[in-house]
């Protein structure tokens, strides 16, 4: 069992940057993908980045491409997204999620354990 714990999100205005953290407990964290989603409100959860459990590979939603990155560092069981040039469309709750799978892209109903979220605001 994997428990994920969310920080770094918070208020910041268009243009700028943030960089989320998802740190996991538990066994075997190598052996996860994680993903990353963002529900805002009104919306149905969405895929925003994922990352295989090698870190060889990685997905983004075409929305945030080209400005959001995902890196995990296994040895201290943290997933990243680091977010640049923010929109406010960008504005949700972001929730990180793991599934023990080798792959990148999974969807989004096979992750097993996801975190309670951390909200990030983007301000016009």
């Known amino acids: 069992q994997v428990q994920l714990v969310e920080s770094g999100g918070g208020l910041v205005q268009a243009g700028g940057s943030l960089r989320l953290s998802c740190a996991a407990s538990?066994?075997?964290?190598?052996?996860?993908?994680i993903g990353w989603f963002r529900q805002a409100p009104g919306k149905d959860r969405e895929f925003v980045a994922s990352?295989?459990?090698?870190?060889?590979?990685?997905h983004y939603a075409n929305s945030v491409k080209d400005r959001f990155t995902i890196s995990r560092d296994n040895a201290r069981n943290t997933v990243y997204l680091q977010m640049n040039s923010l929109k406010p469309e960008d504005t949700a709750v972001y929730y990180c999620a793991a599934v023990l799978s080798s792959r990148s892209a999974v969807p989004k109903y096979e992750y097993d354990y996801w975190g309670q979220g951390t909200q990030v605001t983007v301000s016009s």
């Open positions: 538990g066994r075997a964290f190598s052996r996860y993908a």
């Open positions: 990352v295989s459990s090698s870190n060889r590979a990685t």
